[in-house]
C-alpha cells in the first residue's frame, strides 16, 4: 500500500505534528505501507519525518489561490501512482488536493481538523471531490452531519500525543529562573497560536481580581500570532505586565508543560486542541471552553472544568477553585494522563486512519 500525504504547514504546530505522528506509527505498525510526503521545502516537518516517510516531495505551496498546485501534486500522483491520497491540511491542499485526485482518479481522504461551519451549498460542492473524511473529533464530525454529509463518508479518528515525550516531573526551579519567577507562584499556561479565536482575551479580563487574591500567580503566553500588539496593549491597559509573561513560541514545551499548576484554554473554536492532549500527558489540569472537540479531551470534573465560551467570570471562578486546591489539581492531573494513554495514542490513531485506507482500498477495487 503506497499513501501520498499532503501537509501544507512549515512548522511543527498541531496539524504538522500529527502527520508527523502518523507517519512514524505507519513505519512501525505497518511496515508494508510506504508514505510519500508533499510538504513545503525547508519546512519543519520536512526534516522531522526523514526517519519515517519513505520519500519526501518538496513542493512550492502558496495557499488557496495557487492554482498551480493542482498540476505540481498531479504530477507526483501520475509518478508514483500510489493506492490512496491523503490530504491533511486547508491552505490550498484541501482544495487543489481534492482536485488533483479526481484528475488522477485516485482515492482521496481528508483529514478534518477545525470545526467552523461552511455553507451548506460549498459543503455540497466541496467534500464530493473526497472519498471520505477524518475529523479528529465528533464535535467536527457532528458540524459535518449536521451540514448535510452522510454518516458513512466521515469517520471520527482522534489526533494523538507522544506520552513517552510529554510525561509529568518537570523542574520546577529551571521554570522560575527562565521567565524570572518568583518562589512560592503559582503558574499557569496558555499554549495557542495569539489568534482572536483561541480566546486570550477573556483570560485577561478574568486575570485583574485572581492577581488580588493570589498575588503570586503568573500566566505564561505561549505561542506567537498577528494579534500579540492587541493583547499586549490589553495587558497593559488592565495593569497585568507584573503577572503576565508573552513567551512567544517555544520548541521546548516539552520542559515547560509539567512544571506548570495549570493550563487555561478559553478558545471560542477548537477542533480538538493538541496542546490540551500535551498538557493531560504531563499531569496538567486543564480549564477549558466547552465548544468544539475541547470536552473530549478535557472531562468536566474529571481532569479540569469547562467553562461556558467567552465567559470570563466563570473562567476566573474555576480558576480560582484550582488554583486553591492544590489536591484537586493533583487528582485531576493524574486522570488526565491516565485518559490520553487510554483513549488518545499515536497507536490508537494510526489505526483509525490504517482502517480508513483499508476501507478505500476496498471499495477501490469493487
Known amino acids: 500500500m503506497k499513501i501520498v500525504h499532503v501537509e501544507t504547514g512549515r512548522h511543527l504546530y498541531g496539524g504538522a505534528l500529527q502527520v508527523v505522528y502518523l507517519l512514524r506509527g505507519l513505519r512501525k505498525q505497518y511496515p508494508n505501507v510506504q508514505s510519500v510526503l508533499v510538504c513545503p521545502p525547508g519546512s519543519a ?64 481522504l481528508l483529514t478534518r481538523r477545525v470545526d467552523n461551519s461552511e455553507a451548506r451549498s460549498w459543503v455540497a460542492v466541496k467534500y464530493r471531490m473526497y472519498d471520505h473524511i477524518a475529523a479528529i473529533s465528533n464535535g467536527i464530525r457532528d458540524v459535518l452531519l449536521n451540514q448535510g454529509l452522510g454518516p458513512g463518508k466521515v469517520t471520527c479518528v482522534h489526533s494523538a500525543t507522544d506520552t513517552d515525550h510529554y510525561h509529568p516531573g518537570g523542574d520546577r526551579a529551571w521554570l522560575n529562573e527562565e521567565f524570572g ?8 499556561g496558555i499554549i495557542a497560536q495569539l489568534i482572536d479565536r483561541k480566546g486570550h482575551r477573556f483570560l485577561f479580563d478574568a486575570l485583574p481580581d485572581l492577581v488580588k487574591s493570589h498575588p503570586k500567580l503568573r500566566v505564561l503566553i505561549c505561542g506567537k500570532g498577528p494579534i500579540e500588539t492587541q493583547l499586549r496593549s490589553q495587558v497593559a491597559r488592565l495593569s497585568l505586565d507584573e503577572s503576565v509573561i508573552f513567551a512567544g513560541f517555544r520548541s521546548d514545551m516539552d520542559r515547560i508543560l509539567p512544571c506548570l499548576d495549570l493550563v487555561v484554554h478559553p478558545a471560542l473554536i477548537e477542533g480538538l486542541g493538541v496542546s490540551l492532549l500535551q498538557a493531560a500527558a504531563c499531569e496538567v489540569p486543564i480549564i477549558a471552553s466547552n465548544a468544539g472537540g475541547i470536552p473530549e479531551v478535557v472531562q468536566h470534573e474529571h481532569n479540569g472544568l469547562l467553562v461556558p465560551s467567552g465567559n470570563s467570570k466563570a473562567l476566573q471562578r474555576a480558576m480560582d477553585r484550582l488554583i ?14 491516565a485518559l490520553v494513554r487510554e483513549q488518545f495514542s499515536i497507536a490508537q490513531m494510526t489505526a483509525g486512519n490504517h482502517r480508513i485506507y483499508q476501507g478505500l482500498m476496498a471499495e477501490s477495487a469493487s
Not at 181 to 188: I, R, W
Open 181 to 188: 519567577l518568583p518562589s512560592g507562584n503559582v503558574v499557569v
Open 45 to 108: 516537518i520536512a526534516h522531522a519525518a526523514q526517519d519515517c516517510a519513505h520519500r519526501i516531495v518538496p513542493m512550492p505551496m502558496s495557499g488557496d489561490l495557487d492554482v498551480g498546485f493542482v498540476f505540481r501534486l498531479k504530477r507526483v500522483l501520475q509518478q508514483e501512482r500510489p493506492n490512496i491520497l491523503h490530504l491533511h491540511s486547508r491552505r490550498g491542499a484541501d482544495i487543489w488536493g481534492g482536485i488533483a485526485g479526481r484528475l488522477c482518479n485516485i482515492p482521496t
Open 324 to 337: 486553591v486546591d492544590g489536591d484537586l489539581r493533583r487528582r485531576m492531573g493524574k486522570n488526565g494522563r
